[in-house]
């Protein structure tokens, strides 16, 4: 079983900063790309940053300049440093991490985790 848990969700003011982090256990041979989604109420789920293994970045246009993700590969954990937060950064933001559990078998799958709230007040 592999479980993902995210932490760092809160409320917070218009311009301020949050960090969140994730951590990926379980049975990992190993991870691919890990990301953050988020989605807000009555939208569709969207993704917000994507960091491959080999450290490459991208980014939601909305969130370039502002957002930074990084990952720990030796503690499979991830990170979204979110600075200059607005109103419609609010929104349930989910870890997600491709992994491979199985030695003689090289299929990936997707996991997420649970969410955490962000709500930014104007």
């Known amino acids: 079983q592999v479980q993902l848990v995210e932490s760092g969700g809160g409320l917070v003011q218009a311009g301020g900063s949050l960090r969140l982090s994730c951590a990926a256990s379980g049975r990992i041979v190993s991870i691919n790309a890990m990301g953050w989604y988020r989605q807000a109420p009555g939208k569709q789920r969207e993704l917000v940053a994507l960091i491959t293994s080999s450290a490459s970045t991208s980014y939601a246009d909305s969130v370039k300049g502002r957002f930074t993700i990084s990952r720990d590969s030796v503690k499979n954990t991830v990170h979204l440093q979110m600075n200059s937060l607005k109103s419609e950064d609010t929104a349930v933001y989910f870890c997600?991490?491709?992994?491979?559990?199985?030695?003689?078998?090289?299929?990936?799958?997707?996991?997420w985790g649970q969410g955490t709230q962000v709500t930014v007040s104007s």
């Open positions: 997600n991490a491709v992994i491979r559990v199985r030695i003689r078998d090289e299929t990936e799958s997707d996991y």
